[in-house]
């Protein structure tokens, strides 16, 4: 009987705990998302609930021409960081995951080293390579210097993942007479497919997202992406923030990701490589 | 089809001499096989043939050309690995046609060597499964398979039926000598196991830390081992390796001293060059022994240890005191028992004589019916 009940109530503890923990972590997402469905005029009640659909802000931030071309500069730099980041990360967790060298490990703590460093830190001294580079104001100025922070979790990610795979197989390949890029292409490559999928949502999040350098490396509001863009809205006066369209904007950005990684999501195959060695 | 020829290979890694001066000449459609204990060098040596290891020094041949230069693939050779490393994205039909694309063969010729390939190995029901959905004996016949696609001329086995269970390995072990008979390529096989090295080959290479103990036929080597390496290590149970020293030699007549100091007599001697007072090795498989009483026996001691295997008997006989007990193979009517004493009757015949460096001394040759019967055919 007292059992019984010290079991009921640990259970109902524990229930407690995990609804007290998904509040807390969900609730300004669901925040975002009902006041994005307000009217302006409804924005001043703390509801937590939304009476009326309002579609106004995103007609609104639809509307603005500046909003979409700040998506597809976001969507732009994004897919290249992705794409960049995979190609150099894979070619060099080939080199690093696969061949002994001199320097191997310097190489990997460096790499790391690298992405130790705050943005801040970094910031005015990228600003001047961007500027040599003749990329100030342009997307790809961001693209590369995204990959100061992408590349390095990329490498390493893969490197480990690179390190797992059986030598024989690269060796198997090496006797059909495969060359290194084919060996990585044809052979290693689709065993990391798992591994390439997850770095590539990762640093297509971190690119997303990404702020600090977006609002210090553009000027002009046609290459500006959407992070910057949204901190930029403001409303009719100086003393009012547009709580609605902002949240609507931030709502319509986060949209592609959770679709990515729903998607993705399913293609991550577990167990990939069983079948490869042994019985 | 070709041969191989190992000219004075050295290989270090590091500061550790791996293989010592290899020198090795296989024939065209011969079965070779390496053994050896663990560590000593046979995966190197395999993977020096493939061209996946470097040599620090020496010269290879594979017909007749020079192709220590060469990458593996140029050397005409295919690999089957003691992982099988079949490629797991790929279906059956890809694994083995994926070295035929690579050297851009027509898909016709793809076509028609992966459909040979899969006949010769009943690959055939299993072209569109990919690795993981095969059982261990379908994958070791499609890595076989995709060895032999490309025909290459030298085919290299890394211990390929490590991984399989007992009855499993003697029915690819049997596959694997009708593949040789069927395709009579060039086969390097490496492996631990004794039943495979003697079954399978047609030559055997024994290898010990690095070097070359001795090469032969399965038969010479279990008949004529060169040295007390070889001795224990071809034959199951190992064969008995007694110290003692030449007590009297006269004409045929041979009469060794045991460390138990019981003097043995195995008449007529069986080898040659033998002088009074050399300290040599006696040794002695365990089927060349018969138990008897222990008064008429040539030495008697106490049996240790009995293991019974349904067809035969294994009698662990406790000599000295001093020494590892005799192993003797019995298959007689009598029961011995633990605790009994017994004696020893050898066969002066299968005796085997090494001097103090472990080599044996040269034997006297008889003819032999096997031998004899190996070179009518
Ligand atoms: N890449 C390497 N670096 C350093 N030493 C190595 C390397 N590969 C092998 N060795 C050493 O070379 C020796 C021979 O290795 P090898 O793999 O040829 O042995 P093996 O005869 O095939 O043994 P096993 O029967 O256990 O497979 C071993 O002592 C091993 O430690
Ligand atoms: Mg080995």
């Not at chain 1, 060996?183 to 798992?194: K, Y």
């Not at chain 2, 290879?60 to 020079?66: F, K, Y």
């Not at chain 2, 063969?105 to 009943?122: D, G, H, K, N, P």
């Amino acid at each position: 009987m007292n059992r019984n009940i010290m079991r009921i109530l640990a259970r109902s503890g524990f229930s407690l705990l995990v609804v007290l923990i998904l509040v807390f972590c969900l609730f300004p997402f669901y925040y975002a998302i009902i006041t994005s469905f307000k009217s302006s005029s409804e924005l001043f009640q703390a509801s937590y609930w939304v009476n009326q659909l309002h579609f106004d802000n995103y007609q609104h931030i639809l509307g603005q021409e500046t909003f979409i071309h700040s998506l597809f500069n976001s969507v732009l730099v994004s897919t290249l960081v992705v794409g960049l980041s995979l190609l150099l990360g894979l070619t060099a967790s080939y080199a690093l995951g696969r061949f002994e060298f001199r320097g191997r490990s310097t190489v990997l703590m460096v790499i790391l080293a690298v992405s130790m460093f705050p943005q801040v830190a970094v910031l005015s001294g990228l600003f001047e390579v961007i500027r040599m580079l003749g990329l100030y104001n342009n997307p790809f100025g961001l693209v590369i210097s995204y990959m100061l922070f992408t590349l390095p979790f990329t490498v390493w990610i893969l490197t480990t993942f690179m390190q797992q795979l059986p030598k024989e197989l690269e060796e198997a390949a090496i006797v059909d007479g495969a060359t290194p890029w084919m060996t990585l292409v044809r052979v290693m490559m689709p065993l990391l497919w798992p591994a390439l999928v997850t770095t590539g949502m990762l640093a297509f999040i971190a690119a997303w997202n990404e702020f600090l350098f977006a609002l210090t490396f553009t000027l002009t509001d046609d290459q500006r992406t959407v992070p910057v863009a949204i901190a930029l809205i403001s409303g009719a006066s100086q003393y009012e923030l547009p709580w609605g369209i902002i949240m609507a904007a931030s709502v319509l950005v986060t949209l592609p990701l959770v679709i990515m990684v729903l998607f993705f999501q399913r293609r991550i195959v577990s167990g990939l490589t069983a079948g490869a060695v042994k019985g | 089809m070709a041969s191989v020829t190992l000219k004075k290979i050295n290989k270090h890694f590091g500061s550790a001499h791996i293989l010592r001066n290899i020198d090795l000449d296989i024939e065209d459609g011969e079965f070779v096989v390496f053994v050896g204990p663990s560590g000593c060098g046979k995966s190197t040596l395999l993977r020096v043939i493939a061209g996946l290891e470097e040599v620090n020094n020496g010269d290879l041949l594979i017909g007749g050309q020079d192709v220590i230069d060469l990458a593996p693939k140029e050397r005409g050779i295919g690999m089957v690995f003691q992982s099988y490393a079949l490629y797991p994205h790929m279906t059956v039909r890809d694994n083995i046609a994926f070295g035929l694309q690579l050297s851009r063969e027509s898909s016709q010729t793809i076509e028609e060597r992966v459909a040979s390939t899969a006949r010769i190995l009943q690959l055939e029901p299993l072209l569109e499964r990919k690795p993981r959905e095969l059982s261990g004996g379908q994958r070791q016949r499609v890595a076989m398979g995709r060895a032999i696609a490309r025909e290459p001329r030298v085919m290299l086995f890394d211990e390929p039926l490590s991984n399989l269970d007992a009855s499993l390995r003697v029915q690819m072990r049997m596959e694997i000598a009708k593949l040789h008979r069927r395709l009579k390529s060039t086969i390097i096989y490496v492996t631990h196991d004794q039943v495979e090295a003697m079954t399978l080959a047609s030559k055997i290479v024994v290898l010990n830390a690095g070097r070359i103990e001795q090469v032969g036929t399965p038969y010479e080597l279990y008949e004529h081992p060169a040295t007390t390496f070889v001795a224990g290590f071809i034959g199951s149970p190992n064969m008995n390796l007694l110290s003692s020293s030449v007590d009297a030699v006269n004409g045929d007549l041979l009469s060794l001293a045991l460390q138990s100091g019981t003097s043995i007599d195995i008449s007529p001697v069986p080898v040659q060059g033998v002088i009074k007072g050399d300290s040599v090795t006696l040794g002695i498989r365990p089927e060349h022994m018969q138990l008897t009483t222990p008064a008429a026996g040539q030495i008697d001691g106490e049996i240790v240890n009995v293991e019974y295997l349904g067809n035969e008997r294994f009698v662990y006989l406790m000599y000295h005191a001093d020494a590892e007990p005799l192993v003797i193979r019995h298959s007689g009517q009598q029961l011995p028992m633990v605790g009994e004493r017994a004696g020893v009757l050898f066969e002066a015949d299968a005796c085997h004589l090494f001097n103090q460096q472990g080599i044996s001394y040269p034997r006297v040759l008889h003819d032999h019916p096997e031998s004899a019967l190996a070179e009518s055919i």
